[in-house]
């Protein structure tokens, strides 16, 4: 009866560690880039006492790819619409997620001035454990010319882990604001303009992967009765000895 006692306590006693490993091994990594599309403007300014050049959009295309190490802990996600252009991912276990957008356009330019392209964004991004844990996120403006071999961008992004802070504090960053990209233009120019927005994440605290299971999915809390249910026996079987 000892034995079965001794055997009993410790089963409790690794279901509640295990309940303890399910909360605490639960975190959160992510990265997330969006540019508002609504907002997305071409505006023309003209030199001097001459007019706006003007343009058209041709060969508009787009493209979308996500990625994720495994699909217990990680998602990842694009949004490709008139309003909503962003890529998305986050895990809460060991492994990784990428997501890219990218939307591309030919501009055709009439008259001479300047062109400015600009649209709303926002990005973030946040990492557990700045020693594991690593996220990107990305919004870019570019623009070429292959007949005068020139190359313009416009981006802003956030990175985050393997920051050498001490501890294990979770690290959140968040920008927002106007992408912009100015450029001067000539009657009959042929540009080639594309448009990213990128997000990465990865954590390397675990790579046990049953380990890696307890941080993905949470201990059912049926557990808990199952352990009242194996106290009840320690209690009996010190009942059944009291008696004999």
């Known amino acids: 009866m000892k034995n079965f006692q001794k055997k009993t306590l410790v089963v409790i006693s690794g279901l509640t560690m295990l309940m303890n490993a399910g909360t605490a091994l639960s975190s959160t990594t992510?990265?997330?880039?969006t540019i508002n599309w609504s907002t997305f403007a071409i505006t023309g300014y003209g030199l001097g006492l001459n007019a706006a050049p003007s343009f058209?959009?041709?060969?508009?295309?787009?493209?979308?790819q996500s990625n994720t190490s495994d699909w217990i802990n990680w998602n990842s996600n694009t949004s490709n619409n008139s309003s909503s252009f962003s890529a998305s991912t986050d895990g809460t276990g060991a492994g990784s997620g990428f997501a890219n957008t990218t939307r591309s356009a030919i501009i055709n330019v009439a008259g001479t001035g300047t062109l400015v392209l600009s649209a709303n964004y926002s990005i973030n991004a946040a990492i557990s454990d700045p020693y594991n844990n690593l996220a990107n996120a990305s919004v870019n403006f570019f623009l070429s010319n292959s007949i005068n071999s020139f190359t313009l961008s416009s981006q802003d992004s956030?990175?985050?882990?393997?920051?050498?802070?001490?501890?294990?504090?979770?690290l959140?960053?968040?920008?927002?604001?106007?992408?912009?990209?100015?450029?001067?233009?000539?009657?009959?120019?042929?540009?080639?303009?594309?448009?990213?927005?990128?997000?990465?994440?990865?954590?390397?605290?675990?790579?046990?992967?049953?380990?890696?299971?307890?941080?993905?999915?949470?201990?059912?809390?049926?557990?808990?009765?199952f352990s009242s249910a194996l106290v009840g026996l320690v209690g009996l079987g010190r009942l059944r000895k009291s008696v004999m």
Do not use: C
């Open 30 to 33: 992510s990265a997330a880039a």
């Open 56 to 64: 058209t959009l041709i060969g508009q295309n787009s493209h979308t």
């Open 158 to 170: 956030i990175n985050l882990g393997f920051t050498g802070l001490p501890g294990n504090p979770t």
């Open 172 to 225: 959140t960053s968040d920008k927002s604001g106007i992408l912009s990209l100015a450029f001067m233009v000539y009657s009959g120019e042929v540009l080639n303009f594309s448009s990213t927005v990128s997000a990465n994440a990865n954590d390397y605290s675990i790579s046990t992967p049953i380990l890696s299971i307890l941080k993905a999915v949470p201990v059912p809390a049926a557990l808990w009765l």
